[in-house]
Each structure stands twice: as C-alpha cells, then as structure tokens.
C-alpha cells in the first residue's frame, strides 16, 4: 500500500474539499483498510458520464487496497433527494426503483472491479425499521439544524412548502454511514450537508466519524449545464462504444481537460505531458480522441472501442458515410411532404420547431447539400438521404399518402 501522503496526492486530484482530512491522513499512515461509501439513488435507469465521475473516484480507492461500498438508495429513492431542488420531487415508483436498482448493479462494473465491490441496498435496514425506530432517528437532529442547508432554507424564505418526509432524507442518508461503519464518504457539492449529517450521526452513536470527499458537478456536453438526461447533454454507460466516441469527440477543446482531469484514470503527468504538446501547436483533436477512446475502452473493450476510432475517422475525417443508415417511409399528399415534418416523423428530431432551428443553423442536409429553407418540400415518390447534425442519418422515402 502507498504511503498515505502518496494516497492523498491522488484522491485529491479532481476532489473539491476533503472534511476530517487530519483524521484520513491518521487512518491512511495506520495502513487501515478504509470502508469507503457513495450512494446513488436509482431513479432513472441509466448511469452516465456525471455518476462516473463520483465511479472513478471510487475506483481509485479501490487501486488503492481499500474496501468501495456502492449503495444503492432504493429506501432513499422513495423519498427523493431534496438537495438542490426548489420544490418537492414526485414520489417514485417502488416498482421502476427495483429495475433500476438491478440496472445498476450492472452498469456500475464498467468502472468498478466487480470482484471486490461491496454492493449494498439501504432497504436493508430500513426496510426493517419500525415507526418508534424512524421516531428515534428522527430525535437526532433539530429542525432548525436542517433548515441551515440553503436548499430548504431558501424554500422556507419564500413561503413555499417543504414535506416533513423531505426532512428525513438527510438523516437516512446519514444513518446508512452508521450502518456501514465509514470511514470515509463520496458526493457531490450538492451532498455536502447530508454528507456532513452522516458524521453527526455516527459521533452521536460512538462512531469515529467519517471523512468527507465532494467532487464537482460534471459539465454535460453543451459545457454549460451539469450532465443531466433531461437535458440531453449526457453519455451514458451503457451506450455503445460508437455513440460514446463521437458524443465526446464533440465537446469543446476547453471542456476536454475538464474530462481529463475528473474522469480519465491517466497519471497526472501523462495528462499533463498531453496538454503541453497541445500548447505546443499540436492539433486538440488529436488528444480529443485519446479521451473518446480511453473511455469508450474502459467503458467496452479495446476492440470495441478501436472500431468506434476507425468508424469515427471513416465518417467524419474521411467524410464517408456509415456502413448502415436506416431507412424510414414517410406520407404525403399531393403536394409532397415538408422538410420539417419528414424529419419529425423519421425521428431525426423530436419536432417540427426543432427542424426549423437546426436548418436555421445550417445543420441539415438532403442528399449531402446543406439546406437553409425550411419551407422546402419533399416530392412524393422521392428518395432522399436526410442529415442531422454529424451522427443522425436516414434515408426518407416519401410516399403519398392513400385516399
């Protein structure tokens, strides 16, 4: 095992604050084996590149020689994390938990090693708590101490109403390190307070309290936002090799060592050595697709993610088409089929505004030529090679429509 100023040096890279950092660098310099713990609520069934950050942080420890817990909060699910929200969340649905829950449990060893991860469900034991149980935990933290997080803090001062099961989900959350037995926990900025609730908890039950690491919110691709499938700016694990390649030789030069830094497992030096030969005037592309490719191999396999370079140079350096485009048959009348509405009903995008903004951008193409009317028509009878943006093609059969 390294040293512990060894081991410090590398779960700092990419962490935003470490609490108790003291109490860690006793427990690393004892050679302990720490329990280290990240929950993640399954409300959706995806995994993506923002989860992976917090995953690849787990996975360092792992290197390391300590013990990775991965909770997943399907107790905690039920009653939706208040952090960072202005009002309530719907409550989930217990069945989709489950299914999401088993979605992760295998998304989650694209990055883990699957032989010594530790995987556990909060439902374990609260699942079993009793109603005195649930009072008696609730005892253990005043109402105007949870009220100190800004979240609820800010929803108090504008009147808008906060759900006492709201309440609980910090000292859930908490009591699961009790539990666990933790030394040390994982989040996001935005978990920082139920992080911290987590540490009360166990001092109150004669725990050693744990540490705690946050890690920043992922950018999503538009660079803006924070990676979100509501905002359709994500890569998800479980895409394939081909559509992660192309989504992350899509974002920015600046963005790129923003994924280098929280989401690559290179040494520093390496990335480091990466950046200073493209201050040197090497092309920024050319260190894009060692990232794509890193991750679309951590993520697959060497040859999946080979085939996903080859196709990525084939398509878009080479200008050649994919291998196979889909075909799609769209009605008309008479008068054939506007451009905008053969788009929408062959899925390249999701509406008809959405067609005219993009053409508006200058990003569709019919039959490899840019066009910037969106008032065009499709003839009936016509078969044409539809364009969005870089990755979505189609081949639109336009056929009239019967009487």
Sequence with gaps: MKSAAEQLAILRRGAVEIIGEDDLTERLAA????RVKAGFDPTAPDLHLGHAVLLTKMRQFQQLGHQIIFLIGDFTALIGDPSGRNEARPLANAEQILDNSV????????????????????????GKMTAANMVSLAQSYTVARLLERD???????????ISVHELLYPLVQGYDSCMLECDIELGGTDQKFNLLVGRDLQRQRG????????????????????????????VGLAEP?????GKLMSISDELMWRYFELLSLRPEQEISAIRDRVDSGGNPRDAK????????ERLHDKSAADQAAARFAAQFQRRELPDEIPEKTVFSDEDG???TAALREAGLVKSSSEARRLIGQGGVKIDGKRINDPDLRLASGSTSLAQVGKRRFCRLIVEKKDD
């Excluded at 050679?31 to 720490?34: E, I, Q, S």
């Excluded at 979240?151 to 109403?161: E, K, L, T, Y």
């Excluded at 744990?210 to 979100?228: N, Y």
Aim: charged residues 30%; glycine residues 6%; without cysteine.
């Design 31 to 34: 050679g302990k084996k720490l």
């Design 103 to 126: 979605s992760y449990a295998d998304q989650v060893y694209k990055i883990l090693d699957r032989d010594i991860t530790e995987v556990r469900r909060n439902s374990e034991w609260m």
């Design 151 to 161: 979240d609820f803090a800010a929803r108090f001062g504008r009147n808008q109403p």
């Design 207 to 234: 725990q050693r309290p744990q540490a705690v690491l946050t890690t920043p919110l992922l950018e999503g691709l538009d660079g803006v936002r924070k990676m979100s499938k509501s905002y359709g700016n994500y």
């Design 241 to 245: 090799a081909e559509q992660i390649y």
């Design 289 to 296: 697709m060692e990232l794509a490719n890193e991750l679309a």
């Design 337 to 339: 089929l506007p451009v």
